[in-house]
């Protein structure tokens, strides 16, 4: 069995001591070789510009492959396309093409001539022949999700338009993501699902943010990290948890890992060196 891959994905600076907290984590962990890293689109498209900013300075000044996040809302069909020449302009090949989030949560509403949904998107970027597409996935339920079966079947409409893999939002079981590929596979969808994997920072964070994205919560985890922030070892139990999760992942068959870093490198580096799947030139370039 080849060795797994793995992805970060970074989201855009919003202020100057934000963008040095970037940048680290961009030099701590480009040394791993990842085989992209990707960057965010804030909530209604309010940091598009950052965005682009970040996706081709990362680019340029060390040579990953970055995948841009790109959505549909508060935009034109036009708009959102001459953003998309923007980033094959610069050398972007891939882009993670989403429907996004509304600010402040309100419930998702198309813009006048804009895209309708990521399936939309999807065509219409895939109909340009210039980037590799990925998507997201939801193995528990998506909120806007009007049936069980939902979540798989708009997947199987992404994967039909021309995405080439969908990365899931984050999940605490591991039986939960094999459960949702299994569905996917019997649904006819070939593309890889790659397992999205938040190595936990801030525990009462990553629970209210799951909170709202319908992700079911472990009541052993409110133990465990209770236990742990008494006695300060709540970076040793993320990290034996998020090393545990991916062991059982690539167990299962799973070739390539993609991490939510939050912009904080630590944890991920430390995880992927426990899963020995770094380069030692790099951890030894890192330590």
């Not at 600010?103 to 895939?126: I, K, Q, R």
Request: hydrophobic share 40%; aromatic share 8%; glycine share 8%.
């Amino acid at each position: 069995m080849a060795r797994p891959t793995y992805s970060f994905e970074f989201f855009p600076p919003k202020s100057l001591e934000a963008s040095f907290r970037l940048w680290d984590t961009i030099h701590a962990l480009a040394p791993l070789d990842p085989a992209f890293v990707s960057v965010t689109y804030g909530a209604g498209g309010t940091t598009r510009e950052l965005t682009h900013e970040a996706v081709t300075t990362i680019g340029k000044t060390t040579g990953l492959r970055v995948a841009a996040h790109l959505t549909c809302v508060n935009a034109t069909r036009d708009e959102t396309l001459a953003i998309a020449r923007g980033y094959a302009d610069a050398g972007v090949t891939d882009i993670v093409a989403l429907r996004g989030d509304m600010p402040g949560g309100a419930p998702f509403e198309a813009h006048p001539g804009g895209f309708a949904n990521s399936v939309e998107l999807v065509e219409a970027l895939h109909a340009t022949g210039d980037f590799t597409l990925h998507v997201g996935a939801y193995p528990d339920r998506h909120p806007d999700a009007t049936t069980d079966s939902s979540d798989v079947e708009h997947l199987k409409r992404k994967v039909d338009a021309g995405a080439k893999t969908a990365i899931t939002q984050f999940f605490f079981d591991t039986e939960t993501y094999f459960r949702f590929r299994d569905r996917c596979v019997a649904a006819g969808i070939d593309a890889p699902i790659i397992p999205g994997i938040l190595p936990i920072e801030n525990w009462k964070g990553v629970r209210k943010f799951a909170a709202s994205c319908g992700t079911p919560i472990p009541a052993e985890l409110d133990t465990a990290f209770a236990e742990a922030e008494r006695d300060s070892s709540s970076d040793e139990l993320s990290k034996r948890l998020a090393t545990e999760m991916c062991e059982t992942l690539i167990a299962g068959g799973v070739e390539h890992l993609h991490f939510y870093t939050l912009n904080k490198p630590h944890l991920t580096r430390d995880v992927i060196a426990s899963l020995g799947l770094a380069p030692r030139s790099a951890l030894d370039h890192v330590a």
